[in-house]
């Protein structure tokens, strides 16, 4: 018996420290350091506080289901350098966010046009792949996008549902070779005082 209750203990240690160890490298908002530093230390947040009259914004977690999309990078590279000064890039430099050229022409006068829409693509410059990440319609905006490391990124995006109300929802995505998956996430709402 006391073999079986030693050896029903090992299993029970060896499990534990395995799901640790996977899910000590995958980033989340429960991660206080990521949240306080990528979003209420923002000028963003900030900002919106202002906008509101509030301290705090709420934020509800996501549940796994509405971060089950995986996005897979294809050999449809696209980089555009006129935009470098645009563009967000990773700790090590080999990936790039790009929040700006999405529908923009550039008139011969040199006047930027743009589409009504916004999206986020991600370049992979060393192994020369992209993806779009999301798009967003006129409604919509990029509000912050950052990177917490070489693999995972953040963002905030808002949406206005009203000329008063604003939507919010904040992801976090991990890039794992050609692979970018939404490992954690919340929504807001926000009702603005000061447009």
């Known amino acids: 018996m006391k073999k079986i209750s030693y050896l029903l203990l090992v299993l029970s240690m060896t499990l534990l420290f395995s799901c640790y160890k996977d899910t000590d490298n995958r980033p989340t908002l429960d991660d206080y350091k990521i949240y306080k530093s ?19 914004i709420v934020f509800r977690k996501l549940d796994d289901s509405e971060l089950k999309d995986t996005i897979t990078m294809e050999d449809k590279f696209i980089y555009d350098s006129r935009f470098e000064d645009k563009y967000i890039f ?3 430099k080999n990936m790039i966010l790009d929040p700006y050229s999405y529908g923009l022409e550039i008139s011969d006068s040199g006047e930027e046009l743009r589409d009504a829409d916004t999206a986020l693509f991600l370049y992979d410059t060393k192994n020369k792949k992209s993806a779009p990440v999301f798009y967003i319609g006129p409604s919509g905006n990029i509000e912050l996008v950052s990177w917490i490391n070489d693999t995972s990124f953040i963002t905030v995006t808002s949406d206005h549902e009203t ?19 939404k490992v954690s996430g919340f929504s807001g709402e926000a009702f603005l005082n000061e447009l």
């Open 38 to 56: 990528f979003i209420e230390d923002s000028s963003w947040y900030k900002n919106l506080l202002q906008k509101t009259g509030k301290d705090k």
């Open 90 to 92: 990773s700790p090590d």
């Open 163 to 181: 000329e008063q109300k604003m939507n919010f929802t904040i992801l976090v995505y991990q890039i794992d070779k050609d692979k970018i998956s």
